[in-house]
């Protein structure tokens, strides 16, 4: 059968200037193809996608350094868009916790239309510009943030209305389009991604090339994110929690492969360190408990690879010295992080179990009591008592301070909540000192015994303690992580 040859050579006039719906002569003869044909007519296009990615490279590694500076000061990733925009920030989004162990708020997906919108179309409300800003609104957007508005024609209301109330908040803002936008748009946001994929094999079906350009640099963006702040060793995923049986054999072969040890002996490796495959690398590597292992870890900022070469096995154990000393650009972000612990410890403690989490080991009714209460006394007796006397001129003495009490000794039926907000009224009486105190006060020294250390390492360890409890009150871990010998 002969085919048509009606459109072929002729470029139609679709009369709109932006590329991703402008008519491609390369495929106008696409509705004559065989089933092959098609393929190789959609792989043909697909071909031009990566060097339309590669074009913007120092575009993507803005955004990257961008967003990794913006999450060390507690911030979040937020990625807005409608349709398969939309769609491809959510998934993005949604692929972050299982990958790298990231709190499920650190990146965040907003849909035009909502959940609804995920599953079945509602093209109508791309163009709700009230919905764009209020959807940011309701998100708590703020200075520490970072909102990357994604809309392959360069124009959608919903995700230019979002990234206008980004700015008004005081959040950084990029847009992720694969036509030119509108010049204002581009002169007022912090980053533009323009990768220039071309018209489509179907005319305006921007699932095609677009999406795929689109899904490539968020892969790349929140790889390169997470990397920066730490959550991969060499190539390996290692900040990863053993939650599921799946994640329990990948935990078990990457400790294996990283220290020698066989299946039986990463196992209790892992086990120890509370399912968390960067802990239990970390305490073999480095010959050291949990804590101590958790607690280095943080001084290098998250980052495994510095870890372990920083602290061979033997180092010195020191309480507060080992943390980095601060700088005057350093204050608000520890005095927020400070600030947040109560409510860390308020979300772990009310997470429901796993549906396969062993119900014998992992954090008690009792143990989850008793570490509040304990948070609440060393807040008490240790932290504010030190805070709010500590002198400005010559070295405090400190005493080292223990908790007397046992673990299981508290009335486990009392309520959580009780209890957090018992905490939180400590904190935040330390907190206010603090603020008063101002940058200041990171020139104040202390000494316990023969350390040495700044007012800066005592509160960086403060806020590594309760990150501690924090792991231990929400730990889980998954039956399948217990069963030796399977």
């Keep these: 059968m002969k085919k048509r040859q009606r459109s072929r050579g002729q470029v139609l006039d679709l009369q709109d200037s932006r590329h991703t719906e402008a008519f491609n002569p390369r495929t106008a003869g696409i509705d004559d193809a065989s089933p092959l044909e098609i393929v190789r007519f959609l792989n043909e296009e697909d071909r031009t996608v990566a060097s339309a990615v590669a ?45 790298f162990g990231s709190d499920p ?50 124009t ?11 700015r008004e908040a005081g959040a950084g803002s990029g847009l992720l389009s694969c036509t030119p936008p509108p010049e204002d748009t581009a002169r007022r946001v912090d980053h533009l991604i323009t990768p220039h994929t071309g018209a489509e094999a179907i005319a305006g079906s921007t699932r095609l090339k677009a999406g795929t350009a689109t899904k490539l ?5 929140s790889t390169g994110v997470m990397i920066r702040l730490g959550k991969v060793y060499g190539n390996l995923m290692v900040d990863l929690r053993a939650v599921s049986r799946k994640l329990v054999d990948r935990s078990l072969r990457m ?25 239990a690398i970390a305490m073999h590597e480095t010959r050291v408990g949990r804590f101590t292992a958790e607690r280095r870890l ?48 308020r979300a772990a403690a009310t997470r429901e179990p796993d549906e396969d989490a062993a119900p014998t080991v992992g954090r008690t009714p009792a143990d989850i009591a008793w570490q509040i209460d304990h948070l609440a006394r060393y807040e008490r007796e240790a932290i504010r008592p030190r805070v709010e006397t500590w002198p400005t001129a010559n070295v405090l003495e400190f005493v080292d301070w223990e908790d007397d009490s046992e673990p299981g000794s508290e009335d486990e039926s009392a309520n959580i909540d009780l209890r957090v907000e018992a905490f939180r ?57 217990l069963e030796e010998g399977e």
Excluded at 116 to 127: K, P, T, Y
Excluded at 131 to 148: K, N, R
Excluded at 217 to 221: A, C, D, G, H, S
Aim: hydrophobic share 40%.
């Design 55 to 99: 074009s913007q490279e120092k575009a993507i590694a803005a955004v990257i350094a961008a967003v990794a500076e913006r999450m060390t000061r507690g911030g979040r990733l937020f990625y807005v868009g409608a349709g398969t925009s939309g769609r491809l920030g959510v998934l993005d989004a949604s692929e972050c916790p299982p990958t």
């Design 298 to 345: 943080d001084v290098c900022d998250g980052f495994l690879g510095r870890m372990v070469h920083r602290f061979p096995p033997g180092s010195p154990v020191r309480d507060f010295a080992e943390f980095p000393d601060g700088r005057a650009e350093d204050w608000d972000r520890l005095v927020e992080r400070l600030a947040s612990g109560p409510a860390g410890v």
């Design 425 to 481: 009224i400590e904190r935040a009486a330390t907190v206010n000192a603090l603020r008063a105190a101002g940058p200041a006060f990171l020139d104040r020294r202390g000494r316990q015994g023969d350390e040495e250390f700044s007012a800066y390492q005592f509160l960086r360890a403060t806020a590594q303690h309760d990150d501690a409890h924090v792991a231990r009150i929400g730990e889980r871990l998954h039956r399948s992580l």
């Design 255 to 279: 400790v294996s492969a990283v220290t020698g040890l066989g299946r039986e002996e990463a196992r209790r490796v892992l086990v120890a360190a509370g399912g968390s495959v960067k802990t």
């Design 105 to 154: 708020e650190t990146v965040q997906g907003i849909m035009a239309g909502g959940p609804e919108a995920l599953i079945r179309s509602r093209e109508g409300v791309e163009d709700d510009r009230e919905g764009g800003a209020g959807a940011i609104g309701e998100a708590g957007v703020g200075p520490a943030d970072y909102v990357l508005g994604i809309a392959s024609s360069g």
């Design 217 to 221: 640099i968020l892969n790349t963006i």
């Design 156 to 166: 959608t209301p919903f995700v230019h209305a979002a990234l206008e109330a980004a």
